[in-house]
């Protein structure tokens, strides 16, 4: 009693006026500097009792409070577990009568402590002896907070229907009331960068029309609005739609919500978005100025250029462009691209917005099928390690066009309908058989979809997600085959931090968009560094050893960066709805989309449109204008950064044949007469030969195809053949890639005819080899 007589004599009333003063939240780049102050006191203002509409305080005390008028302010169940709550330790409660509210709502700190909540016991039952109900519901309603940056009635009633608050008729005042209930759940615009599943505008209407018409009712019931005037209310009062602030223009808006949003789901210490509102807070994002422009800039460059909407109207509307890059030593977002202007395109398309990734999606199923391998297709589809093969880049896939696509056991795929698949290549493009290596280079679809099926695209997605991606509903169907090229629309932050997994030898680290958030000089927020370890790092050592090979010499060459190691790949879906390229050097990865689709949300019918003529080109591919915004701004980002160069990947997995490519059949080979006469001595050339042409001098290392072709033919029969062994037997083509001394890669018998002697982890051929 003593001490409650004493805290009660020592607490203040709340003073709405200095409640008003909040401060503005300050967004600082990476090193520092500001980037913009946003919220505060802008949008408050404060006004008398009788300013307020009578309906406004009639639908608060009926939706809130029915006994306000004549309650001490303090809910006894309410004090009952809270105290016990104090006793015990447990979580403290918020308050739940209008009285409690106010003076939550009033105070500055919005600390979650004990101290707090002690105090706030005693505010209340000092409020309540001191001041007029009058004072103190027209109190809460000044300081209540009802989104979209809105604190108070005044600044409510402007925000959503464009008048003063005296103005606004009982219908309005009730949506407004529900608004109480958390804005982000009941505005009809939505809050999808605090909850993208439970609060769009689709459930967030439906919710706000629920308890509109619950409070109408309940006041009905209160008697504190007539049936008669209440049945002129049967249509919804539909609030204006957001205005975009000018302040956010640019980028800056897209980079303020992506901070905002990730500081909101992150944090620990029970910061909402009401009291994020209240300003006062300083966040300290990851994004670099100079980077963020270089990558507008080099969009930009390319709309200025190449898209020309009034020339081109059937072609060139709706282009859309989204980028995101990442750290990959650390997971920070440095970079995003969200649209034209924050204040005219209000969909962030560096987040998750529908567009397929198409071919981008490879690298994912060859990582897969190196960390898992290949299924036995004599056993059932559920096998371990034991019964699986391991696959290498350089294992043979039947790359032709439109190949008809069969599970890991050999039987041929149908969906439920029982028809099968075939798979189409880019162009219509018959390659034969070969290695996922040349196939991933060309992009040819046919054995990256057939990989899929033999290693189970359940294994892929798992893999996708191991690499960064999430099953947030941007993971397409994993069931059907299609799966492994690309049908999932994950967005550019997230396939960026995806390949930046691969950048960094398999270390996974979740991209991040805020370092630390301070408040009235203490820290509420700091990000801590973490990662997992992915898969292993001769996995991704290979997956990038692939992607560079994809960039050197085949379909990503735009995106070159003479002096880098720089590896990519390319993605384009079908109908030419989007194309993509996604790249990464050591040091940073990045991640470019282009796609069409109309910005007005009324149009239901919307949908992504085809790109076939779009900036003058007959078909758009990841390896142009994607291709080439990625050049622009990585040459431009990673000016006087360090080069450096990837690790050199070790041998992994065993080749494997699929898609119906045929291992190759032993190649006979002459018996000589070891002891030649003397005549036949003479006839030898009195000097060597000159030695073979090296085809690594033109091919890389690890490019069997490329060898292939300049030193033999398939079946060994003349010349070389890298499948084999050398003229003694048992060579090793990883650490000699030329036959030596005119030698034949299938010449030699040695250890090759049975597989032990292609290279170093041994050669599945599934049947005999030369």
């Given at each position: ?48 009792y009788?300013?307020?509409p ?5 639908a ?12 001490s ?48 016991l ?54 407004l ?26 459930l ?60 909101l ?26 980077r ?147 196939a991933?280079r ?10 899929g099926?033999?290693v ?101 060459t ?80 990673l ?17 494997v ?38 085809p ?49 890669w ?22 005999p080899?030369?």
């Amino acid at each position: 009693m003593g001490i409650g007589t004493i805290a009660y004599a020592m607490v203040g009333k709340p003073n709405v006026n200095e409640a008003a003063e909040a401060q503005n939240n300050v967004y600082l780049w990476d090193d520092g500097s500001q980037m913009i102050a946003t919220g505060g006191a802008a949008n408050r203002q404060i006004i008398d009792y009788a300013q307020i509409p009578e309906a406004m305080r009639n639908a608060v005390i009926s939706a809130e409070n029915k006994s306000f008028d004549t309650d001490s302010g303090i809910d006894p169940m309410g004090i009952a577990r809270a105290l016990f709550n104090m006793a015990t330790g447990g979580e403290t409660q918020g308050g739940s009568t209008i009285t409690q509210q106010y003076v939550k709502n009033s105070r500055l700190s919005q600390e979650q402590t004990l101290s707090r909540k002690f105090q706030e016991l005693f505010i209340t039952l000092k409020v309540n002896n001191s001041m007029k109900k009058s004072e103190i519901i027209a109190g809460y309603l000044n300081v209540a907070y009802y989104g979209r940056g809105a604190s108070g009635i005044q600044a409510a009633a402007r925000t959503y229907y464009g008048k003063d608050a005296v103005d606004l008729n009982p219908s309005e005042c009730a949506f407004l009331a529900s608004l109480l209930k958390g804005a982000s759940y009941y505005d009809p615009a939505g809050a999808p960068e605090v909850d993208p599943k439970q609060a769009t505008a689709e459930l967030n209407t439906e919710r706000a029309k629920k308890r509109w018409k619950w409070i109408l009712d309940e006041e009905v019931k209160d008697g504190r609005l007539s049936k008669t005037e209440r049945d002129k209310y049967t249509e919804f009062p539909m609030p204006k739609k957001p205005k975009p602030n000018g302040q956010l223009g640019g980028q800056i808006g897209y980079m303020v919500e992506l901070a905002r949003k990730y500081f909101l789901t992150n944090n620990t210490q029970g910061v909402t978005a009401e009291m994020l509102a209240r300003g006062g807070y300083q966040i300290h994002t990851t994004f670099n100025k100079d980077r963020v422009n270089k990558l507008e800039k080099a969009i930009q460059k390319v709309y200025k250029e190449k898209i020309d909407p009034k020339a081109r109207p059937k072609t060139d509307t709706h282009v859309q462009f989204g980028g995101g890059s990442v750290d990959p030593k650390t997971g920070a977002i440095v970079a995003i691209y969200g649209g034209e202007d924050a204040t005219k395109h209000f969909t962030n398309n560096a987040n998750p917005t529908g567009a397929q990734v198409g071919s981008t999606f490879k690298p994912f199923v060859l990582a897969a099928a190196m960390e898992y391998g290949k299924r036995n297709p004599a056993l059932g589809p559920e096998q371990g390690p034991a019964e699986r093969t391991k696959v290498s880049p350089l294992s043979i896939y039947n790359g032709d066009n439109l190949l008809q696509i069969k599970n890991y056991n050999g039987q041929i795929w149908t969906d439920e309908k029982g028809e099968g698949w075939r798979q189409a290549n880019d162009g219509g493009e018959s390659a034969g058989d070969i290695t996922l290596r040349e196939a991933m280079r060309r992009s040819a679809n046919s054995p990256y979809v057939q990989l899929g099926m033999d290693v189970g695209t359940d294994k892929v997605k798992k893999v996708a997600m191991a690499a960064g991606l999430k099953d947030d509903g941007s993971l397409a169907n994993a069931t059907v085959p299609s799966f492994s090229i690309g049908t999932s629309s994950p967005s550019a932050i997230r396939m960026a931090g995806a390949y930046a997994t691969f950048a960094a030898s398999g270390q996974q680290r979740e991209p991040f968009s805020v370092l630390k958030v301070e408040s009235r000089g203490k820290t509420v927020y700091q990000h801590e560094n973490e990662s997992r370890q992915a898969f292993d790092a001769s996995i991704a050592d290979n997956v990038t050893d692939v992607l560079k090979h994809v960039v050197e010499k085949g379909t990503g060459t735009p995106a070159r960066l003479p002096g880098r190691d720089v590896a990519g790949k390319t993605g384009t879906t079908d109908d030419n709805k989007s194309a993509w390229f996604v790249g990464y050097t050591p040091q940073l990865s990045t991640a470019i989309s282009m796609y069409r689709l109309d910005d007005d949300e009324k149009n239901k019918d919307r949908k992504f449109e085809k790109m076939y003529g779009t900036g003058g080109e007959k078909t758009i591919h990841g390896a142009s204008f994607p291709a080439q915004i990625w050049h622009d701004y990585m040459a431009g980002a990673l000016e006087g950064k360090p080069v450096l160069t990837f690790p050199q990947p070790e041998p992994i997995g065993d080749t494997v044949y699929g898609g119906g490519a045929q291992s190759p059949t032993p190649t006979p080979t002459e018996t000589t007469d070891p002891s030649p006469t003397a005549s036949e001595t003479e006839k030898q050339p009195e000097t060597t030969p000159p030695a073979s042409p090296d085809p690594t001098e033109t091919c890389g290392r690890w490019d069997w195809d490329c060898q292939h072709n300049n030193g033999g033919t398939s079946d060994g029969a003349t010349g070389g053949d890298a499948n084999g062994g050398n003229a003694t037997g048992g060579g090793d083509p990883s650490t000699t890639p030329n036959p030596p001394n005119g030698g034949s890669w299938n010449g030699g018998n040695g250890n090759g005819g049975n597989g032990n002697g292609a290279n170093s982890t041994g050669t599945v051929f599934g049947g005999p080899a030369g």
